[in-house]
């Protein structure tokens, strides 16, 4: 199984920052990576697929780049809601896909 | 409205079984892959197994093949999970997951409120 690595697993971060989470897969997965974001107690929300398309109903300062085994999810300038857990997902070798570990994104 | 709705979790001991279902409406049900994605406490997103429109296609992760069944009733707009041989280690809350795309993209673009299933003694 393609194993999927997220770092950092923790990040602090202010209003208006601009944050960047990488995802690195363990063997070349194209660009069939998603990502997502959870809130405490609430489902995951699809926020990016095929490495950069921006899922319908996000907003603009999210983006992703990546291809191959190496990716990014950027946030160009947070927002008080965006503070959440974030996901890589591949969807390249299925079944099974895979998820990283998470990205847990906090308040500076 | 896209809306998913599970049920049917609980408490139940090592070795039993439970079945989930997902509630599906406000989108043609059987044009789309239907997927089960569990999250144990406190810890990351583990996809479980997944079906195909008409169900002639299903796939699971190692760790529940041969204990849990998936299937699906498009008349019913209704997916299910039947969980047998239960184990601590399946203690999680179930999301019921839409792909994205009718071709099938493994890509999960609405997702349940998810059922808690705990297993223990």
């Known amino acids: 199984d393609i194993q999927m690595t997220q770092s950092p697993s923790s990040v602090s971060a202010s209003v208006g920052d601009r944050v960047t989470i990488t995802c690195r897969a363990s063997?070349?997965?194209?660009?069939?990576l998603a990502w997502y974001q959870q809130k405490p107690g609430k489902a995951p929300k699809l926020l990016i697929y095929?490495?950069?398309s921006l899922q319908s109903g996000v907003p603009s300062r999210f983006s992703g780049s990546g291809s191959g085994t190496d990716f990014t999810l950027t946030i160009s300038s947070l927002q008080p809601e965006d503070f959440a857990t974030y996901y890589c997902?591949?969807?390249?070798?299925?079944?099974?896909?895979?998820f990283g570990q998470g990205t847990k994104l906090e308040i500076k | 409205e896209v809306q998913l709705v599970e049920s049917g979790g609980g408490l139940v001991q090592p070795g039993g079984s439970l079945r989930l279902s997902c509630a599906a409406s406000?989108?043609?049900?059987?044009?789309?892959?239907m997927s089960w994605v569990r999250q144990a406490p406190g810890k990351g997103l583990e996809w479980v197994a997944n079906?195909?429109?008409?169900?002639?296609?299903?796939y699971y992760v190692d760790s529940v093949k041969g204990r849990f069944t998936i299937s699906r009733d498009n008349a019913k707009n209704s997916l299910y999970l039947q969980m047998n041989s239960l184990r601590a280690e399946d203690t999680a809350v179930y999301y019921c997951?839409?792909?994205?795309?009718?071709?099938?993209?493994?890509?999960?673009?609405?997702w349940g409120q998810g059922t808690l299933v705990t297993v223990s003694s």
């Open positions: 997951a839409r792909d994205l795309a009718v071709a099938g993209t493994a890509y999960f673009d609405y």
């Open positions: 095929a490495a950069s």
């Open positions: 063997q070349g997965i194209s660009s069939w």
């Open positions: 079906i195909k429109q008409d169900g002639s296609e299903k």
């Open positions: 997902q591949q969807a390249n070798s299925f079944p099974p896909s895979t």
């Open positions: 406000g989108f043609t049900f059987s044009s789309y892959w």
